[in-house]
């Protein structure tokens, strides 16, 4: 179990920015010795899910299998690629479903527009969640131990405490999130909660658009409704 731990750190070293990877880069990422990291590589390697070419590891299409097994199996991700599809088609805009994953937010779901206001956003993307509008609103459903906890493992790349406090009772009051050209120029995005039928947050849906198309009153007044009711037929999913 140990080497499986150790396999599994190497491969969530692997990202957009990072596409290839020596052994030492494999066993620096991962915290491992070279030796440790060489032997885990070669055995992904013979079980197809790396390519080597003698100095690099890059990951191959069979790694799709462990990320499409959770979004089979998940019913909110199976479910919401049709509400995605109709909310996009609604708004004119790409739509996304989010989950919170340690201190950062992963897209699990996504209907895109064929204009791209922000690149590399796509199912399996991540963003350090202070960042984004879906990843605000998931943080203010929070408890006070979550959120002190989540903070300290998004130390110190989070904002002080004082300003993430007070963009999260606005989430909480408005029951929205908003995120203007925080993540990145010219993009802004509106996020709501998705709630299961006990009232638990269980992930974020929002709408992105580019800043010179909406502006943030125009954004509230279109989209808002739009995503509630998504957010509402999604729940009902869950049960």
């Known amino acids: 179990m140990a080497g499986l731990a150790k396999g599994l750190a190497i491969l969530e070293a692997f990202g957009p920015e990072r596409r290839q990877l020596t052994v030492a880069e494999a066993a620096r990422e991962a915290g491992l010795t070279r ?88 199912v399996g993307a991540r963003l350090p969640a202070w960042r984004s509008a879906s990843g605000v609103m998931l ?25 993430l406090n007070h963009a999260l009772a606005a ?18 995005a509106i996020a709501v909660p998705v709630r299961d039928a006990a009232g638990t947050v269980r992930a974020a849906l929002s709408i992105s658009t580019a800043a010179a198309r909406h502006t943030v009153p125009a954004m509230r007044a279109a989209f808002l409704p739009l995503l509630r009711e998504a957010a509402s037929m999604l729940g009902r999913t869950l049960g």
């Not at 479910?79 to 479903?97: H, I, N, P, W, Y």
């Not at 408890?143 to 906890?149: C, I, N, R, V």
């Not at 203007?180 to 993009?187: N, T, V």
């Open 35 to 122: 030796a440790a990291a060489r032997r885990c590589l070669l055995t992904m390697q013979a079980q197809g899910y790396l390519a080597h070419d003698g100095k690099y590891f890059r990951p191959l299409p069979r790694l799709l299998r462990l990320g499409f097994a959770y979004l089979r199996s998940d019913p909110l991700t199976e479910m919401a690629q049709a509400v995605l599809a109709g909310l996009r088609d609604a708004a004119g805009e790409s739509a996304s479903l989010s989950i919170l994953e340690g201190t950062e937010l992963v897209f699990v779901a996504r209907s895109a527009v064929a204009r791209l206001v922000y690149e590399n956003v796509d």
């Open 139 to 163: 943080l203010a459903s929070l408890d006070a131990p979550a959120l002190a906890s989540w903070h300290a493992a998004a130390h110190p790349a989070a904002p002080d405490q004082a300003a």
């Open 171 to 188: 989430a909480r009051a408005d029951g929205h999130a908003v995120n203007d050209e925080i993540l990145a120029p010219g993009l802004r």
